[in-house]
């Protein structure tokens, strides 16, 4: 396989209540307004949201099993979040790739998440390591 710009991959999943409850068990994130209905009621959502970082898996999943794939090193990710995701909410991450120095294997994509009605909820860029297969 080798890399060459513009290649793209995404993975689309629905945002579960178990999701948000097992990343927040995980990461120690137990924000009332990811956790608690009372409370997101009372905030500018008014309902309960996914963490972001959450979202941003998303992106971590495409990059290490599908694009580049297996053996992918993180090095950077830099996210700007547009707008909340809500528990039920259908999301869709894609990565497209925008530079690849193929002597270091270091690949740079555009990230993107967009929820069900095509709204985007964020978007960045990561750095990795491709694989040495890539």
Do not use: C, W
């Not at 956790?35 to 008014?46: G, N």
């Not at 971590?60 to 995701?85: C, E, H, M, W």
């Amino acid at each position: 396989m080798s890399l060459t710009i513009g290649d793209k991959a995404s993975r689309t999943r629905t945002i579960t209540d178990e999701d948000v409850r097992l990343f927040a068990q995980v990461s120690g994130d137990d924000n009332s307004v990811h956790l608690d209905e009372d409370y997101a009621a009372s905030t500018i959502f008014k309902r309960r949201i996914a963490h972001g970082m959450l979202t941003t898996s998303v992106i971590s999943a495409i990059l290490g099993n599908d694009l580049p794939g297996l053996g992918t090193i993180y090095l950077s990710q830099s996210v700007r979040f547009k707008v909340p995701v809500f528990i039920g909410d259908t999301i869709t991450a894609t990565v497209e790739l925008t530079n690849y120095r193929e002597d270091k294997r270091i690949a740079t994509f555009s990230t993107t998440v967009v929820n069900g009605d095509g709204v985007l909820v964020l978007e960045g860029e990561a750095v990795v390591i491709a694989p040495a297969t890539t």
